[in-house]
């Protein structure tokens, strides 16, 4: 088992920002450190109880996806290394498999949610308005059934301990302009379904994902942050897949579905997760990396 890294404490850089899972640090103009660590949130909550592993294994899955879709749009990647950055041993040694270098770009204000099956928000979206994001769906839709193809169904981005919320196609013009918006859709789609036909060949049904994207100088759209992880996507076990009732999952649902238990109002600060919650999400972490990357 890995060392945990709860929080990283670099000191020969500037931090930038201490997110939900990760720290991000100012290197220039040009490039930027994110340590992806092993906290893990749920319901926009950080759990106090790091897990261990798992902060590397979204570094090792958004690389693989970020490299295998660069035919589709570029991303945020640069070939820096980390000992150009952090002449430290210490702090090399701290942060070794969870740091990534990446490209400095300017984030766009929404989420790019796409969903291929009903579950989730979405579910409860349509038991009440037969919709998601305004789009009307098929009467009768049991809960986890494949829509009939995959929707696009946009979130604000909201700030560390607060709820993102869905909104609309024509909203998501509003916030980022007709053309970006247009472009951020069909390429989400585009990653969504070439990433659920591979998935689905290893044995992952890859429920519904978010994707997030930045600007660069010139205004080229890029694909930035986490891509294709149990953190921001639902993964489900073919093999198990039963629609009708929700599903196992490879991805933090699991944790989601125990704190569901608890008499928890959904607020900071989070509840310590058990051992046994804890061991049972690494290994659904590892098997998903296992699956998708075949190592």
Not at 170 to 196: F, N, W
Request: aromatic share 8%; net charge negative; glycine share 6%.
């Amino acid at each position: 088992m890995p060392a945990t890294l709860h929080t990283s404490h670099i000191k020969s850089l500037p931090l930038l920002h201490n997110g939900k899972v990760r720290d991000i640090y100012d290197i220039d103009d040009q490039y930027m450190l994110i340590v992806t660590t092993d906290r893990i949130s749920a319901f926009d909550v950080i759990m106090p109880t790091p897990v261990a592993g798992k902060g590397i294994i979204l570094n090792q899955l958004t690389q693989f996806w970020m490299d295998k879709l660069s035919h589709i749009i570029p991303n945020q990647m640069c070939s820096v290394k980390l000992e150009d950055v952090l002449p430290n041993a210490a702090e090399r040694a701290e942060v070794a498999n969870h740091a990534l270098i990446v490209k400095k770009l300017k984030a766009l204000p929404v989420e790019a949610i796409v969903r291929g099956y009903i579950i989730g928000s979405g579910w409860k979206d349509y038991q009440q308005t037969g919709a998601i994001c305004g789009i009307q769906l098929p009467d009768n839709l049991n809960i986890a059934d494949k829509l009939p193809e995959a929707i696009f169904t946009p979130s604000t981005k909201a700030a560390v301990g607060a709820h993102d919320e869905n909104i609309d196609y024509t909203q998501s013009k509003e916030l980022l302009g007709d053309d970006i918006a247009q472009q951020v859709r069909d390429i989400s789609l585009q990653l969504y379904q070439e990433a659920a036909d591979f998935a689905l060949e290893r044995g992952i049904i890859i429920a519904d994902t978010k994707f997030e994207f930045g600007l660069d100088n010139d205004g080229q759209l890029t694909l930035i942050d986490e891509v294709l992880t149990p953190d921001s996507s639902r993964f489900w076990p073919k093999d198990q897949y039963q629609p009708g009732s929700s599903p196992v999952s490879f991805d933090k649902q699991f944790v989601r579905d125990y704190l569901e238990t608890l008499d928890w109002n959904k607020t900071a600060p989070g509840p310590e997760l058990p051992d046994s919650i804890v061991t049972k999400t690494a290994e659904k972490y590892k098997y998903a990396k296992k699956l998708l990357m075949g190592q």
